[in-house]
T-cell receptor, first 115, second 106 residues
């Protein structure tokens, strides 16, 4: 199994500022995933981050707004840039698990409130 | 129509009751996951299913591939089971249901 440490767990930010969320995995993983969960909504994939290449963004998400770094096989960051109240969400990182057992592991989530 | 539908959306039950949460999907999948989301937002993966049934403690998950339906059961429910339970399917992409908010009263 993988243990994922995500921080910060929560933050309240002023509009127009940026927040970087960090995700540390206790083992090397090829792909890391970043999700957003807006209030009352289901999880939505923002992007997939592979080490050594640019992240792949889903429709509706762009690199300028959500830049992602993946400097090595155990670490990734997601930045929420130029924040507005609409960015208030829970942000989660995830890695694939053992397909014979648990299929995914998630970080503890970052609850972001933009005021 | 959503590709993954969960029911009920909200469920309140007394401690000890048998709980069933349902998930129906309309796409081809390679696996289905049941996830548990705690109030702080953290998510724990409970089960990954591609066929049949799995059991872990008081939790049981079943899937019927032909009917495109899965159920999560909790036996002898307890207040600490209170959480949001999310069904997610793995196909061409991962699709999440909106979750079922479960509240177990002591």
């Amino acid at each position: 199994s993988a243990v994922i440490s995500q921080k910060p767990s929560r933050d309240i930010c002023q509009r127009g500022t940026s927040l970087t969320i960090q995700c540390q995995v206790d083992s090397q993983v090829t792909m890391m995933f970043w999700y957003r969960q807006q209030p009352g909504q289901s999880l939505t994939l923002i992007a997939t981050a592979n080490q050594g290449s640019e992240a792949t963004y889903e429709s509706g998400f762009v690199i300028d707004k959500f830049p992602i770094s993946r400097p090595n096989l155990t670490f990734s960051t997601l930045t929420v840039s130029n924040m507005s109240p609409e960015d208030s969400s829970i942000y989660l990182c995830s890695v694939e698990g053992d397909r014979e057992g648990l299929g995914a592991f998630f970080g503890q989530g970052t609850r972001l409130t933009v005021v | 129509k959503n590709e993954v539908e969960q029911s009920p959306q909200n469920l309140t039950a007394q401690e000890g009751e048998f709980i069933t949460i349902n998930c129906s999907y309309s796409v081809g999948i390679s696996a289905l996951h049941w996830l548990q989301q705690h109030p702080g937002g953290g998510i724990v993966s409970l089960f990954m299913l591609s066929s049949g049934k799995k059991k872990h403690g008081r939790l049981i998950a079943t899937i019927n591939i032909q009917e495109k339906h899965s159920s999560l059961h909790i036996t002898a429910s307890h207040p600490r089971d209170s959480a949001v339970y999310i069904c997610a399917v793995w196909g061409d992409k991962i699709i999440f249901g909106k979750g079922t908010r479960l509240h177990i009263l002591p």
